[in-house]
């Protein structure tokens, strides 16, 4: 696989259109069928070696075409298939009805499949062209299906699953594995769809890398190839404040420990100096539990106005633990105002759920300076219409919140997505469930900042930090509390 194509994501209309392109170019649509159909079945083959049989459940477009290949090279491989179709067979149409008169072997009616122990179901109901909730017989199958416990195959997506948003449309198969074609799509990696997908495995079927490229968008799977080149630059001379000056805001005396954490995970992440900014009655607890992390008083605006006289401090965390909605928006206009960078998180982000568009005309223009942290909670408090648009996909909720607000936007979850004002967009897929514990916000923001401070552009600061997080949190493994996923942190592998 083209190292290019593996991290790329395309949209189900994105494939339409390569489809198009291929076809134009003289590529033989027929021919990709057949080597998708032909990598199905010898995913069947070497997934389920004891398959007594394979049912394979064919739908009324390309994805029962699919079907339809992977039935004829199973049955010539010697195994034992039963093929059941979706609607009339003979009303296919195009590259499918070719596939379906290569079949030499009866068709049932999808009604008529019955279970049976022992059975591995090839679902080739619907793939990317579905456009609406399932039909009613198709759920019925799938119920049956999941009742009898049988593992299915799914062709390019789970039947059910939205290609584009990784939605349930009424119903899905809840696959061991799925066999994509060239590129990943939403789908597979957005929740549900991620989960129903199984393993995923994306087989090259043939369409020219040039072709792909010339009509996929911004969207990638995050891994460190897109923003390794953004790493910043290990001189050797490295002197601490060249790494950058990092300063977090704590909370109150009762809610000190939320900063600490992001203070110590910045340190960690590479910040040369880490300051915590402290309500002057917090300091003796904050005093109590740092040690390589400095300690500074900020009462009010004032003592920050003053402390942003030292151009060296150019970043900042405020949001974990803050408390005080008033005092954080005041300290983000100053900030603001004094061109600085900010990792904007938690109460930092409720803190202008009245007045989203003051913060964001706070960062408007120039290079951004933003980096917003929100869980799908706090999204909402700033971008109330684009949380209730059912119709966007997380990863398109997350573009418009980013060119909105003219910030790098961490749209958290199992399925974080990062996303550029640029609409560029990335998938996270590295982050282990236990991953969301208390605190663990906390030291992302802390990672974030850390780049930031560094001289990262927003976006890869905050898409790095996001695969870091994901990272320590699996070597810091099950079980883990946010102290052991800092204490697990690690440095940039710079190769590859
Ligand atoms: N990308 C590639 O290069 C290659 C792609 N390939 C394969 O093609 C697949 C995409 O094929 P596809 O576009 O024909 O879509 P597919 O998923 O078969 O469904 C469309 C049909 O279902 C219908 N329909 C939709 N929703 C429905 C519903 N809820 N309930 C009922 N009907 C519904 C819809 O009808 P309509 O909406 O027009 O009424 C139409 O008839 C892709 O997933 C991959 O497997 C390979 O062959 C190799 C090359
Ligand atoms: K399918």
């Not at 298939?81 to 079949?103: Q, Y």
């Not at 449309?169 to 789908?187: E, H, L």
């Not at 003592?303 to 006289?309: E, I, Q, T």
């Amino acid at each position: 696989m083209h190292k290019d194509l593996d991290t790329l994501i395309i949209t189900p209309e994105e494939m339409g259109r390569i489809d198009r392109a291929a076809a134009a170019s003289g590529l033989s649509g027929y021919g990709l069928m057949e080597r998708a159909g032909q990598a199905v079945a010898a995913a069947a083959l070497r997934r389920f070696p004891g398959a007594l049989r394979f049912a394979v459940l064919c739908g009324p477009g390309n994805n029962g075409g699919d079907g339809y290949v992977a039935a004829r090279a199973l049955q010539e491989a010697g195994a034992a298939v039963a093929v059941h179709a979706l609607g009339d067979p003979g009303s296919l149409k195009g590259d499918a009805a070719t596939a379906f008169k290569a079949f030499d072997g009866t068709v049932a009616p999808l009604a008529a499949y019955g279970p049976r122990p022992g059975d591995v179901v090839i679902d080739a109901l619907f793939g990317a062209g579905l456009s609406r909730d399932l039909p009613e017989e198709a759920v019925r199958i799938i119920e049956a299906v999941r009742d009898s416990v049988l593992p299915v195959l799914a062709v390019d997506l789970p039947s059910g699953i939205d290609g584009r948003t990784g939605a349930v449309r009424g119903d899905a198969f809840a696959a061991a594995a799925t066999v994509t074609f060239m590129c990943r799509k939403p789908g597979h990696l957005l929740l549900p769809g991620r989960t129903l997908c199984g393993e995923v495995e994306v087989f090259d079927i043939g369409i020219p890398a040039r072709i792909l490229a010339g009509h996929a968008g911004h969207m990638r799977v995050n891994t460190p190839a897109v923003w390794r080149i953004a790493l910043p630059v290990e001189t050797g001379a490295t002197h601490k404040y060249v790494r950058g000056h990092l300063a977090v805001f704590s909370g109150p005396a009762t809610a000190t420990g939320a900063a600490r954490l992001s203070a110590s995970a910045g340190l960690r992440a590479g910040a040369g100096l880490v300051t915590v900014l402290s309500p002057p009655e917090a300091l003796a607890a904050n005093a109590a539990h740092l040690t390589a992390v400095m300690l500074k008083p900020v009462g009010g605006p004032d003592d920050l106005a003053v402390l942003l006289d030292d151009e060296r401090l150019k970043t900042f965390v405020l949001g974990p633990g803050f408390g005080d909605f008033g005092k954080a928006r005041t300290y983000v206009r100053e900030i603001a105002g004094r061109g600085r960078r900010l990792v904007l998180d938690a109460d930092g982000i409720s803190a202008f759920r009245d007045e989203p568009d003051a913060l964001f005309r706070l960062f408007a223009g120039g290079e951004p300076r933003l980096v917003l942290t929100p869980h799908d909670g706090e999204f909402a408090r700033l971008f109330p219409d684009l949380a209730e648009d059912a119709g966007l996909s997380k990863i398109e909720r997350a573009q418009k919140a980013a060119a909105r607000s003219h910030a790098a936007v961490i749209l958290k979850g199992a399925d974080t997505v990062i996303a550029a004002p640029d609409g560029r967009a990335l998938v996270n897929a590295n982050a282990p469930p236990w991953l969301a514990t208390a605190g663990s916000g906390d030291v992302l923001a802390g990672i974030a900042g850390a780049h930031l401070a560094q001289g990262m552009p927003a976006f890869e600061a905050a898409a790095s930090a996001v695969w870091r997080h994901g990272e320590a949190g699996r070597a810091a493994g099950e079980g883990m509390t946010a102290e052991d996923l800092v204490g697990a942190l690690r440095g940039f592998d710079r190769t590859g």
